[in-house]
C-alpha cells in the first residue's frame, strides 16, 4: 500500500513568492493532519482536517497560511507570500478515523525560502 | 510553553546495551502516548503507545513505561541495535477529544548505537 505522499520534496523560491504544498493521504484514511518542523520549535501542528472538513487551525502561524481539503484524497497548504522564516521541513500525516490513534507521516517537503 | 518534553537532546548508548529515553509532559488532559522513530529525510514512523489506564506497554524489543502521577513516561530498547540509531519523538493526546486533535511533539532525542 502506498504511503502518504508529498510534493514536492524540496522547495526553494524566493521572498515574496507563492509556494503550494501537496498531500495525497492514505485511502481510506479520514483525518488529516499538517506539521511543521523547525529547529526551534520541533514539530508543531498547523491545522488538521476531519473527513475534509478543518477542525483546528489554531496552529497557523499567519493569515499568509492556508490549508485546503476539497476531496478525501488531496490536501494543500499554501503560503502567500513566503518569507525566508517559513523555511522549515512541512509534514501531512493521516490517520484512520477513531480508530486507534497512530498517524501515519509523508516524507515531508523541504521548503527553503531565501 | 513545552507541553511535552524530551530534555536529552542525545543519547549514545553501546550496540547490545539498553536504551532508555525518557519524556515528560505538563498537561493533565494528556491520556494518550506515542513514540515515533525518526530517519534522516524521512516521515516520523510509528514506533509504540501506551493508553493512560497502563503502565507498561510492550512489543518486542521496544517497552515504554509511564508514570502519571510523575507525568512521565520512557521509552526502553533492549538489546539495541545499529538501525536504532535514529531520533524518537514522544508525543501525546487527549483521548476524551476523541482522539481527533492533532498530536503535541517533544523535540526529540538522537539516540546513536555505537558498535
Known amino acids: 500500500d502506498a504511503g502518504v505522499i508529498q510534493s514536492p520534496r524540496h522547495e526553494v523560491t524566493e521572498m515574496g513568492q507563492e509556494v503550494t504544498l501537496r498531500c495525497k493521504p492514505i485511502s481510506g484514511h479520514n483525518s488529516l493532519f499538517w506539521y511543521r518542523q523547525t529547529m526551534m520549535r520541533g514539530l508543531e501542528l498547523l491545522i488538521y482536517f476531519n473527513n475534509n472538513v478543518p477542525i483546528d487551525d489554531s496552529g497557523m502561524p499567519e493569515d499568509r497560511f492556508s490549508a485546503k481539503m476539497p476531496n478525501a484524497s488531496f490536501s494543500t497548504l499554501k503560503i502567500q507570500p513566503s518569507e525566508p522564516r517559513d523555511s522549515a521541513v512541512y509534514f501531512c500525516a493521516s490517520r484512520p478515523g477513531l480508530a486507534g490513534y497512530e498517524q501515519y507521516f509523508g516524507p515531508g517537503t523541504r521548503l527553503t525560502v531565501t | 510553553d513545552q507541553q511535552v518534553k524530551q530534555n536529552s537532546p542525545s543519547l549514545s548508548v553501546q550496540e547490545g546495551r539498553i536504551s532508555i529515553l525518557n519524556c515528560d509532559y505538563t498537561?493533565?488532559?494528556?491520556?494518550?502516548f506515542l513514540w515515533y522513530k525518526k530517519y534522516p529525510a524521512e516521515g516520523p514512523t510509528f514506533l509504540i503507545s501506551?493508553?493512560?489506564?497502563?503502565d507498561k506497554n510492550e512489543d518486542g524489543r521496544f517497552t515504554v513505561f509511564l508514570n502519571k502521577s510523575a507525568k512521565h513516561l520512557s521509552l526502553h530498547i533492549v538489546p539495541s541495535q545499529p538501525g536504532d540509531s535514529a531520533v524518537y519523538f514522544c508525543a501525546a493526546s487527549a483521548i476524551e477529544r476523541g482522539g481527533a486533535d492533532g498530536l503535541t511533539f517533544g523535540k526529540g532525542t538522537h539516540l546513536i548505537i555505537q558498535p
Open positions: 498537561n493533565s488532559m494528556f491520556d494518550y
Open positions: 501506551i493508553s493512560s489506564i497502563k
